[in-house]
Every structure is written in C-alpha cells, then in structure tokens.
C-alpha cells in the first residue's frame, strides 16, 4: 500500500515538475480555469483589418481646403432655410438671456 502512495505522490510531483517546464497550467482537480479561451488567438486584429481605413472627406472640409470652388452644401442650405421659416414663425430659439431660466428669476 505504501508503495503505490509514494507511487502516486511521485506521479503528482513529476506532473507539476512538468507543467513548470513546459509552461502548462497545473491543475490537478480538474477544475474549469479558461485557459484554453486565452490561449486562443486575439480575433481583434483580424476583424480590423477585414474593414477598410477609409477617411470619409466631407463637403466642409473640401469648401474649407479650396473656397475658390464656391461650393453649396446644400443640407447646410436646407437647415438654415428651415431655421429661418422657424423664426418667422416664433419657434426659433430664444435670444441670448429670454430662455426658460431667466422667466423662472422674474416670478
């Protein structure tokens, strides 16, 4: 009986000597650790690369880089007109100091 004890603890030292020398977890419970999920290969990179680094060059930045061109943006347009309609209407936005704020101070 004492030899297969010393049998059995001789087994569990040489397997733990291993796993230091090999660089491998030692685990002898068999207890789940997830080292095999970061063993695994980083997939970050690899999605990354899948999509081009394409700089999307804006209307603004092209008006900005060449204004001899007198280019329109024409949703730049389109907003402002919107705004103004809007002031005309009195649903612009108020004027510096008669927003909601200073009525609350007068009551």
Not at 73 to 99: V, Y
């Amino acid at each position: 009986m004492s030899l297969s004890t010393a049998s059995a603890t001789k087994l569990t030292l040489l397997n733990k000597i291993s796993c230091a020398i090999f660089g491998n977890v030692y685990n002898p419970q068999g207890i789940r650790t997830g080292n095999k999920i970061l063993r695994q290969r980083l997939i970050g990179p690899t999605v990354n690369s899948y999509y081009p680094n394409v700089k999307q060059i804006k209307l603004r930045e092209i008006t900005r880089m060449a204004p001899e061109m007198n280019l329109i943006d024409q949703e730049e347009k389109t907003r402002l007109e919107d705004l103004s309609e809007r002031k005309k209407r009195g649903k612009g936005p108020p004027k510096k100091g008669q927003g909601r704020r200073s009525t609350l101070k007068k009551k």
